[in-house]
């Protein structure tokens, strides 16, 4: 299933970084979460990656450090004690570390610690402050933001991995569809679509940055059950096979004439896809397959508008106020209270990535970002209905990696 | 799939937490960590759960409350402004929060500032930094290794419920079997079981709590491929699909005569289990025979120790002599450099809890707790062979709760 990306490929992510680093007053990055180390040398050992504003990266391998020699684009070094971890970035780096604090000399002034960009928006409190201590020659700041960035817009080799996943899961979508019949529980179908996710080389998990996000393949759930919310950061989240387990597939059979939500993902040599079908055996009432038609008309709408330049708010805005033209502005994007404020997400490494389709997104998108464009309304009781592509904006408007056919999914014999 | 555990469950948990913080001197427990919230609310929603060290509980949360309201054990609150949780703290529990910074009082003194625990071993550092901007009334600490500890004794109803998903495994086990034959690929004998495993109810996913630590149903693997080192924290890691999944089953085909590790777990209602077992399709070398001879020998003797009073680093050290005296220290726990320094580890909600089997582990085993022990022999471009077990200590020994046969899974025919 994988597949090497051309040579210079990891030289140029990490070149990219470093030209945003300079730009943001930073010495260099330290990358301590799996999926952050994988982008940048190509291989997700334990371990931090220090990439320098100048010089070359080295990635400081605990275990398995054979495993890193043989996968990694960058340097590896067996990392120490961690205690002295401090120690061994300025032996490797004396230019960047060493100025600060050498015995006897006088106490640096603060401008002279270098200031070192790291990912605390998923590195655990207790790792910052052990870092900090065996680090003292730095100061650590926060580089979510510019880390996220820098991943958001895609190479040719990324896009084509996020196609081969959407290649899988149109697959599994035909396969699950085929097996669909009146009574089969949602976490049958489930099953069934994971099943075949599975012989497409799919990882066994999909990844996801945000604290205490899960996600197990996406949604399937149908009528009453998939209109219930749930702590997942989506518009849909599912009546789930338990508390400890609040999302997606429940042991409801599914009836006829309900909706049935197949929102699903999979994630293939490191990359995951994202998509929407609305399904029914036998069907929808006039009222749902309204609903079902504005989605499609938002994301026709959507497709007009993303294009390099077009600001992700706006977009958001527009579907907003096409969802409130059809009299369903308390129903998109879930229902009430429980609904979430965004149209789509930046999806690759990690599902929710950069950027989002959401209030305060304000920098233009560019060629290269891949994005899942999702609207969704929900009823209470009844179901949820809508439709969701990923897309690759190009340099002139989008292109949908996803390939499953549009339109509700109707069985009329089960 | 989910049982709801007696009323008084929830209510006892927090009342031996309550207990234990105040023997550390801390005003209460703030819980941020989705499984920890759920052991002692019920309910696994966005949002925080403060535990005072006297009166009672909130679960102050931010999407679902309506589906906190419907699960949660715990009284719930709407998270307000995120900003402003501190005077959310302060107005619903006035004695603790409020005597710190009034405005146009004296400046507090330190000791009169609450100490609150946290789970600052999980818990992001920028969340850490914004809640002490929006607590200042309070002063954080880590409390992860009593949070840690508080979970390492199980009650009936969290034993019975990992029972339950020993009991998925071992079907899910006979059915990979069953199906095995030569020349599929490890990966179609992982999804064969994974799909058995979620007809019996498994989430879709395994919950560890170590930072970049992922678990894919656990390592099904065979021949050289199950011995190639990787990140994860166990003794087995596996090839794996790609450097970016790099652990458990690949698209290796099974061969003859080759040891099959099938380690695999699952998790219901929240709890997992781990289980091992090693198969083959023909026969061992004696030597693969005789290590796992060796494994069946030192869980033997794992058995004998594991009970009230004894000391989980001494378990370990007594495995790791055994394993000298069998020749195989170097194979033992993986290999050479990519050994792991433990024999087993607690299990539960999460699949890496307390006690360690390992070096600084020295608080006695009390009944209740549930272990995992996983002996197991690598062999450079052979294989790996081993067992595992998972145990719940009782009020004289141990009790295995994981129920498959033990002994080679042999194959004659394929």
Redesign the interface.
Same mark, same amino acid.
């Given at each position: 299933?994988?597949i090497e990306p051309p040579r210079e490929e990891w030289l140029n992510r990490r070149l990219k970084l470093q030209q945003m680093m300079k730009s943001q007053g930073l010495s260099g990055c330290l990358v301590? @979460?799996?999926v952050g180390i994988?982008y940048y040398t190509?291989?997700? @050992?334990?371990g931090y990656l220090f990439v320098p504003a100048v010089e070359e990266s080295t990635y400081y391998v605990r %275990? #398995? /450090? $054979? %495993?890193a020699l043989s *996968?990694s684009n960058v340097k590896v070094a067996e990392l120490g004690s961690f205690r002295n971890f401090g120690r061994q970035l300025e032996a490797d780096y004396p230019e960047l570390f060493g100025a600060t604090v050498s015995e006897g000399s006088l106490p640096s002034s603060f401008s002279s610690v270098p200031l070192i960009g790291t990912d &605390? +928006? /998923? =590195?655990?409190? @207790? &790792?910052?402050?052990r870092l900090t201590e065996a680090v003292p020659q730095a100061k650590l700041t926060?580089a979510?933001g510019l880390l996220r960035q820098a991943r958001s817009v895609k190479t040719p080799y990324e896009i084509a991995r996020i196609e081969r996943a959407a290649e899988a899961v149109a697959q599994a979508l035909d396969v699950g569809c085929e097996r669909l019949h009146e009574g089969m529980t949602e &976490?049958?179908l =489930? $099953?069934t679509i *994971?099943?075949e996710l %599975? #012989?497409h080389?799919h990882?066994?998990?999909m990844r996801m940055r945000g604290?205490?996000q *899960?996600i197990?393949?996406g949604v399937v759930a149908a009528g009453d059950a998939a209109a *219930?919310?749930?702590?997942f +950061?989506g518009p849909t989240?599912g009546r789930? &096979? #338990?508390? $400890? $387990?609040?999302q997606?597939a429940s042991?409801r059979p599914i009836g006829r004439n309900e909706p049935i939500l197949i929102d699903i993902g999979c994630?293939? +040599?490191?990359?995951v896809i994202d998509q929407t079908r609305t399904a029914v055996i036998g069907e929808l009432s006039p009222e749902l397959r309204a609903a079902y038609e504005t989605a499609e008309a938002i994301i026709r709408r959507a497709e007009q508008e993303l294009k390099p330049g077009a600001i992700p708010e706006q977009i958001y805005a527009e579907a907003l106020m096409m969802a409130e033209a059809a009299g369903l502005s308390s129903n998109f994007m879930g229902y009430g %209270? +429980?609904q979430v404020k965004f149209l789509g997400h930046g999806i690759g490494?990690e599902i929710d990535e950069w950027p989002v389709l959401a209030k305060g997104f304000r920098d233009p998108l560019e060629a290269g970002m891949t994005i899942a464009v999702e609207p969704k309304f929900t009823f209470p009781g009844v179901g949820v209905v809508g439709i969701e592509n990923t897309y690759v904006i190009t340099e002139t408007g989008c292109r949908a990696l996803t390939v499953s056919p549009e339109g509700i999914y109707s069985k009329q014999h089960s």
């Open positions: 299933m994988h301590t @979460q799996n994988y190509g291989s997700m @050992q334990t %275990r #398995s /450090v $054979a %495993r *996968e &605390l +928006d /998923v =590195m655990p409190t @207790q &790792l910052y402050f926060d979510s &976490l049958e =489930m $099953a *994971e099943r %599975r #012989s080389g990882i066994g998990l604290y205490n *899960e197990m393949t *219930e919310p749930t702590y +950061d989240g789930g &096979l #338990s508390p $400890a $387990a609040p997606s042991l994630c293939i +040599d490191g990359y %209270r +429980d490494l």
